[in-house]
């Protein structure tokens, strides 16, 4: 009972299918909207939220029931993603792979006791106890993120001549969780721009942010009919999930769903590994959309900043 209230801060309602009652359930976080409007029309009493929310679109002009201006602002700045296989529920929203295990709530209570008073460390009385040793270079400390699957390695392609074409990704966030933005472009295999595109996600996390941008790329890339694609994201986390089955009661099971199902499309796509370092023009266009508020923006023209230096680079200079 007394670890009650610490677990409890740990879940979060996550939407899957959407069934969730539209008006009678707190979906959104910020309450049930009943409880925000003056009545709820008799029509729209067994409404759902995936009966308002329509591939990626709110129709708010399906309702009978006058939703104030504010509300329907804030839900269309909302990103949701919604996939039939998913049921809404309330996942562990403690760690980033977004999985409960009892390990992600005792992990720093496993560290405080290898801690020491001293210099050293009690547990290896090898090394000084300094907060980067205890937190990622003890053998102990290594041995518990392995059993939590990170590791360092690193998968990394180049994609060069040909016919495929190559999607950079990458986030922007202002606080983890911070308002966020998204931003990737499409080039040909020679390095020349193909397409751009960039979105705001509003407050949010850092994964989710990496996933969105992810799966806005791929869809830019299935509609530009792009049938050869080397997806690079710097964020191994995603890539991780992304190669991995996914666990239904996963916090972004949906996002990871709807990801996977693009990929099983008739194309041919590799989720690669990238470093900070090379995804500078994925990284300009996520901070622009960070500090927007659009949610999803496709542009066929490089911004001016960004021309001249992907020309430089097409051309080997």
Same mark, same amino acid.
């Given at each position: 009972?007394?670890?009650?209230? $610490?677990?409890?801060?740990?879940?979060?309602?996550? *939407?899957?299918?959407?069934?969730?009652?539209?008006?009678?359930?707190?979906?959104?976080? @910020?309450?049930? %909207?009943?409880?925000?409007? %003056?009545?709820?029309?008799?029509?729209?009493?067994?409404?759902?939220?995936?009966?308002?929310?329509?591939?990626?679109?709110?129709?708010?002009?399906?309702? /009978?029931?006058?939703?104030?201006?504010?509300?329907?602002?804030?839900?269309?700045?909302?990103?949701?993603?919604?996939?039939? @296989?998913?049921?809404?529920?309330?996942? &562990?929203?403690?760690? *980033?792979?977004? $999985?409960?295990?009892?390990? @992600?709530?005792?992990?720093?209570?496993?560290?405080?006791?290898?801690?020491?008073?001293?210099? /050293?460390?009690?547990? !290896?009385?090898?090394?000084?106890?300094?907060?980067?040793?205890?937190?990622?270079?003890?053998?102990?400390?290594?041995?518990? &993120?392995?059993?939590?699957?990170?590791?360092?390695?690193?998968?990394?392609?180049? !994609?060069?001549?040909?016919?495929? +074409? #190559?999607?950079?990704?990458?986030?922007?966030?202002?606080?983890?969780?911070?308002?966020?933005?998204?931003?990737?472009?499409?080039?040909?295999?020679?390095?020349? &721009?193909?397409?751009?595109?960039?979105?705001? *996600?509003?407050? $949010?996390?850092?994964?989710?942010?990496? %996933? +969105?941008? #992810?799966?806005?790329?791929?869809?830019?890339?299935?509609?530009?009919?792009?049938?050869? %694609? &080397? !997806? /690079?994201?710097?964020?191994? +986390?995603?890539?991780?999930?992304?190669?991995?089955?996914?666990?239904?009661?996963?916090?972004? =099971?949906?996002?990871?769903?709807?990801?996977?199902?693009? *990929?099983?499309?008739?194309?041919?796509?590799?989720?690669?590994? $990238?470093?900070?370092?090379?995804?500078? /023009?994925?990284?300009?266009?996520?901070?622009?959309? =960070?500090?927007?508020?659009?949610?999803?923006?496709?542009?066929? #023209?490089?911004?001016?900043?960004?021309?001249?230096?992907?020309?430089?680079?097409?051309?080997?200079?």
């Amino acid at each position: 009972m007394k670890a009650l209230s $610490t677990v409890k801060e740990g879940f979060q309602f996550r *939407l899957g299918n959407g069934n969730s009652s539209f008006w009678f359930s707190n979906w959104s976080g @910020s309450g049930m %909207l009943a409880n925000q409007v %003056l009545f709820v029309d008799i029509h729209d009493l067994e409404m759902r939220v995936r009966d308002v929310y329509v591939d990626g679109n709110w129709h708010f002009n399906s309702l /009978y029931t006058n939703l104030p201006l504010e509300i329907k602002e804030k839900l269309s700045s909302t990103t949701i993603s919604l996939n039939p @296989s998913v049921n809404d529920c309330y996942t &562990w929203n403690g760690n *980033l792979n977004g $999985t409960y295990i009892s390990l @992600s709530l005792s992990t720093l209570s496993v560290l405080s006791l290898s801690l020491g008073y001293g210099t /050293y460390r009690r547990r !290896c009385n090898i090394q000084a106890e300094t907060t980067l040793h205890c937190l990622r270079d003890c053998d102990f400390v290594q041995a518990i &993120w392995k059993s939590l699957d990170f590791d360092s390695d690193v998968c990394e392609m180049e !994609c060069s001549g040909g016919t495929g +074409m #190559i999607l950079n990704v990458d986030v922007s966030s202002i606080g983890n969780p911070g308002v966020s933005g998204f931003g990737g472009l499409i080039r040909n295999a020679d390095g020349a &721009w193909v397409h751009g595109f960039f979105g705001n *996600l509003g407050v $949010t996390n850092i994964l989710h942010a990496e %996933l +969105m941008a #992810i799966y806005k790329g791929l869809l830019l890339a299935w509609d530009l009919n792009v049938k050869d %694609l &080397w !997806c /690079y994201s710097d964020s191994k +986390m995603a890539i991780k999930l992304i190669t991995k089955p996914v666990d239904e009661l996963h916090h972004y =099971a949906a996002i990871l769903n709807n990801i996977k199902e693009l *990929l099983n499309r008739d194309w041919r796509v590799l989720i690669l590994h $990238t470093f900070r370092e090379g995804n500078a /023009y994925a990284d300009y266009l996520a901070k622009h959309g =960070a500090n927007n508020t659009y949610v999803f923006v496709s542009i066929a #023209i490089p911004p001016v900043l960004l021309n001249f230096s992907l020309l430089a680079d097409a051309s080997g200079t």
